[in-house]
T-cell receptor
Framework: AQTVTQSQPEMSVQEAETVTLSCTYDTSESDYYLFWYKQPPSRQMILVIRQEAYKQQNATENRFSVNFQKAAKSFSLKISDSQLGDAAMYFCAYRSDQAGTALIFGKGTTLSVSS | DTGVSQDPRHKITKRGQNVTFRCDPISEHNRLYWYRQTLGQGPEFLTYFQNEAQLEKSRLLSDRFSAERPKGSFSTLEIQRTEQGDSAMYLC?????????????FGSGTQLSVL
């Protein structure tokens, strides 16, 4: 069974600085997808960024980028120029390349941003 | 569309009572997922619908839980004879149902407290 591990329960960063959230996963599959979701206090999960395992190039979305290391089964999220609105719970998630299969989430990392 | 909506936002019930939650997905979305999230944990998959067909159920979904999606539109999740261990946030998500790497849109969840 696939597992997702986020080893940092809490992280903090100052405004305008850069922070990296870690995620490792375990799978025997070769084709899969990885995601980072953000859950603010409003509770609604929002997709931040996604990565297809077959793509070597790391995904980027504005201030958010990932470092995907397939051999090491590592998928970290880098947030550049941090903003107060980035404060939230961040979840790393894995999804098999099978239609309809569920996202498997890590336990999350709480990110606080100070001014 | 305003996104995925869930009702109620909060539910307090006594142990042994039955509760029902409703999820209204984005109108053109074929896939609908239910997740459960307990404090300090990531969401855990419960069940998934493709249109009106319930295609996958997690082992977490005991026989006290039942989910329906009549006519492939809204969905209900019922918990019978609630137990204190059922206290959690129940999240609903929907997606178009076209690709396996597609974005899931989450609702804000129903927070259940069983006294």
């Amino acid at each position: 069974a696939q597992t997702v591990t986020q080893s940092q329960p809490e992280m903090s960063v100052q405004e305008a600085e850069t922070v990296t959230l870690s995620c490792t996963y375990d799978t025997s599959e070769s084709d899969y997808y990885l995601f980072w979701y953000k859950q603010p206090p409003s509770r609604q999960m929002i997709l931040v960024i996604r990565q297809e395992a077959y793509k070597q190039q790391n995904a980027t979305e504005n201030r958010f980028s990932v470092n995907f290391q397939k051999a090491a089964k590592s998928f970290s999220l880098k947030i550049s120029d941090s903003q107060l609105g980035d404060a939230a719970m961040y979840f790393c998630a894995y999804r098999s390349d099978q239609a309809g299969t569920a996202l498997i989430f890590g336990k999350g990392t709480t990110l606080s941003v100070s001014s | 569309d305003t996104g995925v909506s869930q009702d109620p936002r909060h539910k307090i019930t006594k142990r042994g009572q039955n509760v029902t939650f409703r999820c209204d997905p984005i109108s053109e979305h074929n896939r609908l997922y239910w997740y459960r999230q307990t404090l300090g944990q990531g969401p855990e998959f419960l069940t998934y619908f493709q249109n009106e067909a319930q295609l996958e159920k997690s082992r977490l979904l005991s026989d006290r839980f039942s989910a329906e999606r009549p006519k492939g539109s809204f969905s209900t999740l019922e918990i019978q004879r609630t137990e204190q261990g059922d206290s959690a946030m129940y999240l609903c998500a929907s997606s178009l149902g076209i690709a396996t790497n597609e974005k899931l849109f989450f609702g804000s969840g129903t927070q259940l407290s069983v006294l």
